[in-house]
T-cell receptor, first 115, second 114 residues
Framework: DSGVTQTPKHLITATGQRVTLRCSPR?????VYWYQQSLDQGLQFLIQ???????AKGNILERFSAQQFPDLHSELNLSSLELGDSALYFC??????????????FGPGTRLTVL | AQSVSQHNHHVILSEAASLELGCNYS??????LFWYVQYPGQHLQLLLK??????LVKGIKGFEAEFIKSKFSFNLRKPSVQWSDTAEYFC????????????FGGGTRLMVKP
């Protein structure tokens, strides 16, 4: 157990819908990262938040957005869902967010299936 | 484009066989290098990491990796695999000028036959 929790574990929805994935970082960690793992794209970095502010952006679609709340948990919002959005979405957390590398600890993931 | 390549997508070995998984990256500057493992149904776990110093790094569960700067490679090795090593293995790179972001390779699925 890494200490990073994600809910829900599984999510099944239809095309065009909107979902919210939730992540709680390890106690004391200020950074949260979101990754998408799909069969065709592999494991891709989406976005990073540090202490409530966006710190880095990767291959995140405009239909996707994220935020980090004052209690440091984060939510990833996926809208206008397409079949290709079906994937495993991982959250990771670290103590810091830049400068010397801070080890990331990964959560168990949320498996999203879009039908 | 900057990338991380893992050449073996699927590897099948018998127990006690030796393992080497290849990883190459295309970043020109200084990088931090990692190998992660994902056991079936579990989250990603860090196996080992290289930041600087001795290019041969030892990780958990008997794994080691060698950084060869001239070849832009960071291959993972284990002298004798066990059935419990069945998992997916990911190489990842953090360029020193890229904050805390990780770029992952495509992964290698290892199956160890008992």
């Amino acid at each position: 157990d890494s200490g990073v929790t994600q809910t829900p574990k599984h999510l099944i929805t239809a095309t065009g819908q909107r979902v919210t994935l939730r992540c709680s970082p390890r106690s004391g960690d200020l950074s949260v990262y979101w990754y998408q793992q799909s069969l065709d794209q592999g494991l891709q970095f989406l976005i990073q938040y540090y202490n409530g502010e966006e710190r880095a952006k990767g291959n995140i679609l405009e239909r996707f957005s994220a935020q980090q709340f004052p209690d440091l948990h984060s939510e990833l919002n996926l809208s206008s869902l397409e079949l290709g959005d079906s994937a495993l979405y991982f959250c990771a957390s670290s103590v810091g967010g830049s400068g010397a590398y801070n080890e990331q600890f990964f959560g168990p993931g949320t498996r999203l299936t879009v039908l | 484009a900057q990338s991380v390549s893992q050449h073996n997508h699927h590897v099948i070995l018998s127990e006690a066989a030796s393992l080497e998984l290849g990883c190459n990256y295309s970043y020109g500057g200084t990088v931090n290098l990692f190998w992660y493992v994902q056991y079936p149904g579990q989250h990603l776990q860090l196996l080992l990491k290289y930041f600087s110093g001795d290019p041969l790094v030892k990780g958990i569960k008997g794994f080691e990796a060698e950084f060869i700067k001239s070849k832009f490679s960071f291959n993972l090795r284990k002298p004798s695999v066990q059935w419990s090593d069945t998992a997916e293995y990911f190489c990842a790179v953090n360029p020193n000028n890229a904050g805390n972001m990780l770029t992952f390779g495509g992964g290698t699925r290892l199956m160890v036959k008992p």
